[in-house]
């Protein structure tokens, strides 16, 4: 018979007391105080029924596990020493559960994360199914924070520093089969036979004909020997050898964690301080033992929960969150309509990824249309590579592999396209062939075919004006590369129907994509807010400033590349064209140095030409081409800039803007403009985004900054119209 609490259910079977953890009214497990002590209470419980000889802990959720802390439980605490406090209460229970009297089971499906991977590590037993659907990680340095319950510890003393380091620091997520090659879970099976595989193994661990041999720091082939010789076999292994010798070697220790923190501050260039906590607290463990570890990780979670950036990184997991559940319109009743068949102009790099993630992420069949034979086996040959790739890091198999790739198909003509529902174009940015492409689906699709185009700057206004059924054209903005970028910014003109922006969205979503609704205008808003970060850049170079050092001063700033460096990847003849159109559309607050053309002349394009501001050999960047400052107005002579100030121009030029696509309408809300240009344009996400960082630097000194740079250079630098009506009113964005 099931005894139910409000958020579990407690059944015994064949002599095995199933615990199953279904969160009331939620439609995920997380974890929570009220949750802990209704899983304690029945854990003494347990203790005492002498009817259960073993327990399994398994969950009554479709696809989901334990999905980790209850994220928004954590924003209510008010001081590092309460939420220490919470993590001492995390790590006290899921010690009693690691030393629980009788065999526990976790029985594992769908998403085990955080909270739930370390609830797991408590237990004797795992087993993990082979789905998809399940997934194991630690990722909670992806909200500047480090796991709070004993994750630190238990996980390299399960399977040894470098492998939990390599999890821990990143966040990274493991499929099940990766997961049991490197130990963290003990046996992995069909969802379908989870809970007959757990109930037999809890029952087998119970009766002593199931015994688990693990050897800390030693490899899991390792771990499982049973005789010297054995051990001394399995060491043959180099990555083996490394872990035997870095568990119980304090100088290998100290080169391990060395090299840890060096590869760690290259990557977060100290800006991220979890990352660091986390090795501190690791290393800790190894040296001082279980106990004082855990008391380091107590310390260092309750300092991190009240870090600004922390606060920043949660703050942008809630808006993602939100998004979601957004359908991309102001009526949330507005449903959207099944795509079955998606139609793809243009089958090059952007066209070819767009075909990629609609079949590998959305299951859905893709017509892609090229202009000729050889576009079209590119296309395909395009689409091939992004799923061998996937398959040489065993992301997918080969034959789910296959099954994707059947889903698309390529033609130079029109044929299969007649029953396709949406049609997303990727052909050049010239208006002309985009009516023409218009004008063609129109005769050969129906009047409720969606019509998308993958413009970065034309309006979608200018490219409905050839369609006779405008509310049917839309904007689809993907980031290259896309099976990478998780941006999608969906763009609607004053006709778009609000069915047909929530059909987009939800397509979107479906491809894996965080998706941001904007309304219509000239660059709309990424590509808007980038143009004068990049003319600033531009200007820095005419006034002499050295190329590694501007790039070397915004990624310092928080950027994950400089804007030359930028300028080479997107291709200089684009930027310039890009250029122009902001300048036709905004005067001379968006007009470019002179700069760009010159390069354009000289065939400097950038990497796609191997010839740039930095010199490529064999497509590999190297050093910054001298040559080019030949084409600047100061010529050879580079002056010294402050990185700090060179970095404020380029960033104030891109808040700035941001503001005044929120004062005109361009964007819905702060919030999608942060993620816009977070997502898409790799704002630091420890800054929150441009509303946020304006906020917490203060508009009153965001709009001084900008009222200088305005009186040193001009009117591109004129404050937005709503910076100055907030500081006036005292507002703030968020």
Same mark, same amino acid.
């Given at each position: 018979?099931?005894?139910?609490?409000?958020?579990?259910?407690?059944?015994?079977?064949?002599?095995?007391?199933?615990?199953?953890?279904?969160?009331?009214?939620?439609?995920?497990?997380?974890?929570?105080?009220?949750?802990?002590?209704?899983?304690?209470?029945?854990?003494?419980?347990?203790?005492?029924?002498?009817?259960?000889?073993?327990?399994?802990?398994?969950?009554?959720?479709?696809?989901?596990?334990?999905?980790?802390?209850?994220?928004?439980?954590?924003?209510?605490?008010?001081?590092?020493?309460?939420?220490?406090?919470?993590?001492?209460?995390?790590?006290?229970?899921?010690?009693?559960?690691?030393?629980?009297?009788?065999?526990?089971?976790?029985?594992?499906?769908?998403? #085990?994360?955080?909270?739930?991977?370390?609830?797991?590590?408590?237990?004797?037993?795992?087993?993990?199914?082979?789905?998809?659907?399940?997934?194991?990680?630690?990722?909670?340095?992806?909200?500047?924070?480090?796991?709070?319950?004993?994750?630190?510890?238990?996980?390299?003393?399960?399977?040894?520093?470098?492998?939990?380091?390599?999890?821990?620091?990143?966040?990274?997520?493991?499929?099940?089969?990766?997961?049991?090659?490197?130990?963290?879970?003990?046996?992995?099976?069909?969802?379908?036979?989870?809970?007959?595989?757990?109930?037999?193994?809890?029952?087998?661990?119970?009766?002593?004909?199931?015994?688990?041999?693990?050897?800390?720091?030693?490899?899991?082939?390792?771990?499982?020997?049973?005789?010297?010789?054995?051990?001394?076999?399995?060491?043959?292994?180099?990555?083996?050898?490394?872990?035997?010798?870095?568990?119980?070697?304090?100088?290998?220790?100290?080169?391990?964690?060395?090299?840890?923190?060096?590869?760690?501050?290259?990557?977060?260039?100290?800006?991220?301080?979890?990352?660091?906590?986390?090795?501190?607290?690791?290393?800790?463990?190894?040296?001082?033992?279980?106990?004082?570890?855990?008391?380091?990780?107590?310390?260092?979670?309750?300092?991190?929960?009240?870090?600004?950036?922390?606060?920043?990184?949660?703050?942008?997991?809630?808006?993602?969150?939100?998004?979601?559940?957004?359908?991309?319109?102001?009526?949330?009743?507005?449903?959207?309509?099944?795509?079955?068949?998606?139609?793809?102009?243009?089958?090059?790099?952007?066209?070819?990824?767009?075909?990629?993630?609609?079949?590998?992420?959305?299951?859905?069949?893709?017509?892609?249309?090229?202009?000729?034979?050889?576009?079209?086996?590119?296309?395909?040959?395009?689409?091939?590579?992004?799923?061998?790739?996937?398959?040489?890091?065993?992301?997918?198999?080969?034959?789910?592999?296959?099954?994707?790739?059947?889903?698309?198909?390529?033609?130079?003509?029109?044929?299969?396209?007649?029953?396709?529902?949406?049609?997303?174009?990727?052909?050049?940015?010239?208006?002309?062939?985009?009516?023409?492409?218009?004008?063609?689906?129109?005769?050969?699709?129906?009047?409720?075919?969606?019509?998308?185009?993958?413009?970065?700057?034309?309006?979608?206004?200018?490219?409905?004006?050839?369609?006779?059924?405008?509310?049917?054209?839309?904007?689809?903005?993907?980031?290259?590369?896309?099976?990478?970028?998780?941006?999608?910014?969906?763009?609607?003109?004053?006709?778009?129907?609000?069915?047909?922006?929530?059909? #987009?969205?939800?397509?979107?979503?479906?491809?894996?994509?965080?998706?941001?609704?904007?309304?219509?205008?000239?660059?709309?808003?990424?590509?808007?807010?980038?143009?004068?970060?990049?003319?600033?850049?531009?200007?820095?170079?005419?006034?002499?400033?050295?190329?590694?050092?501007?790039?070397?001063?915004?990624?310092?700033?928080?950027?994950?590349?400089?804007?030359?460096?930028?300028?080479?990847?997107?291709?200089?003849?684009?930027?310039?064209?890009?250029?122009?159109?902001?300048?036709?559309?905004?005067?001379?607050?968006?007009?470019?140095?002179?700069?760009?053309?010159?390069?354009?002349?000289?065939?400097?394009?950038?990497?796609?030409?191997?010839?740039?501001?930095?010199?490529?050999?064999?497509?590999?960047?190297?050093?910054?081409d001298t040559s080019i400052y030949a084409l600047t107005p100061q010529g050879k002579d580079r002056k010294r800039f402050d990185r700090s100030e060179m970095a404020e121009r380029c960033a104030l030029q891109m808040v700035n803007e941001a503001i005044r696509c929120l004062g005109e309408g361009v964007l819905r809300s702060p919030r999608d403009g942060d993620i816009g240009a977070i997502f898409g344009l790799g704002f630091p996400p420890f800054l929150g985004g441009p509303f946020r960082y304006a906020d917490a630097q203060g508009l009153g000194k965001i709009l001084l900054r900008t009222e200088h740079f305005e009186e040193r250079h001009g009117k591109r630098f004129t404050?937005?119209?709503?910076?100055?009506?907030?500081?006036?009113?005292?507002?703030?964005?968020?």
């Amino acid at each position: 018979m099931s005894t139910p609490t409000k958020n579990f259910s407690y059944v015994v079977e064949a002599g095995v007391a199933v615990i199953t953890f279904d969160m009331e009214g939620e439609p995920v497990n997380t974890i929570a105080p009220q949750v802990s002590q209704e899983f304690e209470g029945l854990m003494t419980r347990a203790a005492s029924d002498s009817s259960a000889k073993a327990i399994v802990i398994i969950s009554g959720k479709k696809d989901t596990f334990i999905a980790g802390a209850k994220i928004d439980f954590l924003q209510t605490i008010k001081t590092a020493g309460d939420a220490s406090a919470l993590s001492r209460q995390g790590q006290a229970g899921f010690d009693r559960l690691d030393a629980f009297e009788k065999p526990v089971v976790a029985a594992i499906h769908g998403a #085990c994360l955080g909270g739930g991977l370390e609830w797991a590590l408590a237990c004797d037993y795992r087993i993990a199914t082979d789905s998809p659907r399940t997934s194991l990680a630690l990722p909670e340095v992806q909200l500047g924070l480090i796991p709070g319950a004993g994750g630190t510890q238990r996980l390299p003393a399960l399977i040894g520093a470098q492998a939990a380091l390599d999890l821990i620091l990143t966040g990274k997520t493991l499929k099940a089969k990766k997961a049991l090659k490197l130990g963290v879970v003990d046996e992995v099976v069909p969802a379908p036979i989870l809970r007959q595989i757990a109930l037999s193994r809890a029952g087998e661990l119970a009766d002593g004909t199931l015994k688990i041999e693990r050897q800390r720091g030693l490899a899991p082939s390792i771990a499982k020997s049973k005789s010297f010789p054995e051990i001394l076999k399995g060491l043959t292994n180099r990555e083996a050898w490394a872990e035997f010798a870095l568990e119980d070697n304090p100088l290998g220790r100290k080169v391990l964690f060395d090299q840890a923190k060096k590869q760690l501050l290259k990557k977060t260039r100290g800006k991220y301080p979890a990352p660091e906590k986390a090795l501190e607290v690791v290393r800790i463990g190894l040296e001082k033992g279980m106990k004082a570890g855990l008391e380091a990780e107590a310390a260092a979670f309750g300092e991190l929960v009240m870090n600004d950036i922390s606060k920043r990184l949660v703050e942008i997991f809630f808006a993602t969150t939100a998004l979601k559940k957004d359908n991309g319109v102001a009526d949330p009743k507005v449903k959207p309509r099944e795509v079955k068949k998606l139609g793809m102009l243009g089958g090059g790099l952007m066209g070819g990824g767009i075909a990629y993630v609609s079949a590998a992420l959305s299951g859905v069949p893709v017509r892609i249309k090229d202009k000729d034979e050889a576009g079209a086996g590119r296309a395909m040959a395009h689409v091939r590579s992004l799923f061998d790739e996937r398959v040489k890091k065993r992301s997918l198999t080969w034959r789910e592999a296959e099954k994707a790739m059947a889903l698309v198909s390529a033609t130079t003509d029109y044929s299969g396209f007649k029953r396709v529902d949406l049609v997303i174009e990727a052909v050049f940015e010239d208006l002309k062939l985009k009516h023409q492409m218009v004008k063609d689906i129109e005769s050969v699709c129906g009047p409720e075919t969606i019509f998308a185009s993958n413009t970065s700057s034309i309006p979608i206004t200018e490219i409905a004006k050839a369609s006779k059924h405008p509310e049917t054209v839309v904007g689809m903005h993907y980031f290259s590369p896309v099976n990478k970028m998780p941006l999608l910014e969906v763009i609607t003109h004053k006709g778009t129907a609000d069915w047909v922006t929530a059909t #987009c969205v939800e397509v979107g979503k479906k491809q894996g994509k965080t998706v941001i609704v904007v309304n219509d205008g000239v660059g709309f808003y990424t590509s808007r807010i980038l143009a004068p970060y990049m003319n600033e850049a531009a200007f820095l170079l005419s006034e002499g400033a050295d190329i590694a050092e501007l790039d070397r001063a915004l990624v310092d700033f928080g950027f994950p590349v400089g804007p030359i460096t930028l300028l080479d990847e997107v291709g200089i003849d684009v930027a310039a064209k890009v250029a122009k159109i902001m300048h036709a559309a905004f005067g001379d607050r968006m007009l470019a140095p002179d700069t760009t053309d010159a390069l354009v002349k000289d065939g400097r394009l950038g990497r796609k030409a191997q010839k740039g501001f930095y010199l490529y050999e064999h497509g590999k960047k190297g050093e910054v081409d001298t040559s080019i400052y030949a084409l600047t107005p100061q010529g050879k002579d580079r002056k010294r800039f402050d990185r700090s100030e060179m970095a404020e121009r380029c960033a104030l030029q891109m808040v700035n803007e941001a503001i005044r696509c929120l004062g005109e309408g361009v964007l819905r809300s702060p919030r999608d403009g942060d993620i816009g240009a977070i997502f898409g344009l790799g704002f630091p996400p420890f800054l929150g985004g441009p509303f946020r960082y304006a906020d917490a630097q203060g508009l009153g000194k965001i709009l001084l900054r900008t009222e200088h740079f305005e009186e040193r250079h001009g009117k591109r630098f004129t404050p937005a119209p709503l910076l100055a009506e907030y500081v006036k009113t005292g507002r703030k964005f968020h």
